[in-house]
């Protein structure tokens, strides 16, 4: 399976962007999925998570209450909503993807060791 990432473009402060992340495929395997971004010089840091389900969420304080991760598991999809941007928001974005197992749906992860698939990134560029 691979992940393909959309959705970054340039934006004004202020502005929204709706990111998207689509499986190449569909699987019977179940996964928790994350959205991470690095910017230039700096480490990746996480931005969202979403349980199996979609029952339970994740955030850094620097995004919460602006973003939204959200997922349509029939598309083999996950987005993020990204709302009142920021220059600081500028940032290559990843979707990465968990597989989780009997027991784990209802688990959502926090740190990129802890996810094995990666998609190529999208670019988000906020201008002040």
């Keep these: 399976v691979q992940l393909q990432a959309s959705g970054g473009g340039l934006v004004q402060a202020g502005g929204s962007l709706r990111l ?6 569909r699987t ?7 959205w991470f971004r690095q910017a230039p010089g700096k480490e990746r840091e996480f931005v969202a998570a979403i349980t199996w389900g979609g029952g339970n969420t994740a955030y850094p304080d620097s995004v919460k209450g602006r ?7 029939a598309k083999n999809t996950v987005y993020l909503q990204m709302n009142n941007l920021k220059p600081e928001d500028t940032a290559v974005y990843y979707c990465a ?9 209802s688990y959502y992860y926090t740190k990129d060791y802890e996810y094995a698939l990666w998609g ?5 560029t906020v201008s002040s």
């Design 20 to 25: 998207s992340c689509a499986a190449s495929r």
């Design 28 to 34: 019977r395997s179940t996964y928790a999925m994350g």
């Design 120 to 124: 190529q990134g999208t670019q988000v």
């Design 97 to 105: 993807a968990r597989e989780v197992y009997y027991g784990e749906s």
């Design 67 to 73: 973003f939204t991760i959200s997922r349509d598991n």
